[in-house]
């Protein structure tokens, strides 16, 4: 068993916590090169948090160009056991409007040039993404918003589509044939690098608009989804506040899931066959199995 240190991805506003102390900065660095931004350290309702601004200070970073690998291997650096995604999102259904918070359980990845994976030629290896969050830390974080006032769905597909345009109406129309609850950014190849970190990840997904499919609606724009965030921003900090009061008086044990052995059987190429430079830099967030 173990102390929970959680690691949150998500926008700046979200650090503003009161009771939120110990609070230090420090600047990272990984093998794959500098995260999003500053780490940021502090402890609330005795649980260790780690925040880090996907989009960098000032939402500088557009979605298709967030380093992904470099802000997933600095929370493994940084010691997180678990892995909490805050981010907007855009509605596929008419029962999930502007506000609904959406703790999403599945995803279909439609990014395409984002590197999705820490392994690569010299070390190969296949983690399972059939259930690609950590069902315990998702009904945590379900729980948690929902104590701080917000209307939650659980369970959902969250389409990933790499942006940053917003959706053609035939796109849209099509994500919603498909099943899909909500569409996003962000969240890919996010998901699949903590799975490989063996971090678990959960994600609440805050609606933010329609996207494009209702015809007889405006369609979305920045202006819009920036009031809605707005919006969202004080029941997100005020579940994250929930969670850690949650988890304060519960013993982490490893995930159900297995997640953080979940290397155990995924790395396929055999020691003598792997490029020793990069096992180097896999040992960052590897080096249980390395």
């Keep these: 068993m173990s102390h929970w240190k959680l690691g949150i991805i998500g926008g700046s506003g979200l650090y503003d916590l009161p009771g939120l102390d110990a609070v230090r900065k420090k600047t990272s660095d990984t093998p794959w090169g500098a995260p999003s931004g500053e780490l940021t350290f502090g402890r609330l309702n005795g649980i260790d948090l780690v925040f880090l601004p996907r989009h960098g200070p000032g939402h500088r970073i557009p979605p298709n160009e967030i380093n992904f690998r470099a802000n997933i291997a600095a929370l493994k650096m940084a010691g997180c056991t678990d892995i909490l995604s805050i981010s907007a999102c855009g509605s596929l259904k008419d029962d ?58 659980r369970g959902g597909t969250y389409l990933a589509m790499e942006g940053p345009q917003f959706s053609s109406r035939a796109e849209s129309a099509l994500y919603r044939s498909w099943g899909c609850d909500v569409i996003g950014m962000t969240n890919m190849p996010e998901a699949r690098l903590a799975r490989e970190a063996e971090l678990p990840y959960a994600a609440i997904a805050m609606v933010t608009d329609y996207d494009s499919w209702r015809e007889d609606e405006a369609v979305v724009d920045v202006a819009a989804v920036l009031t809605v965030m707005h919006q969202n921003v004080d029941l997100a ?6 969670l850690t009061n949650m988890v304060s008086d519960i013993q982490r044990t490893p995930s159900p899931q297995g997640i953080e052995t979940g290397l155990d059987t995924a790395i396929i190429t055999p020691p003598d066959a792997r490029d020793p430079a990069l096992v180097g830099k896999l040992k960052a967030i590897a080096g249980r199995v390395l």
Excluded: K, W
């Design 237 to 242: 900090r005020r579940a994250i506040a929930a």
């Design 96 to 153: 999930l409007p502007p506000g609904r918070f959406v703790v999403v359980d599945q995803y279909i990845d439609r990014t395409r040039n984002c590197v999705n994976s820490f392994f690569e030629t010299g070390c190969a290896a296949h983690v399972s993404m059939a259930d690609p969050v950590c069902h315990r830390l998702a009904a945590l974080a379900a729980d948690a918003a929902e104590s701080a006032g917000a209307p939650v769905t």
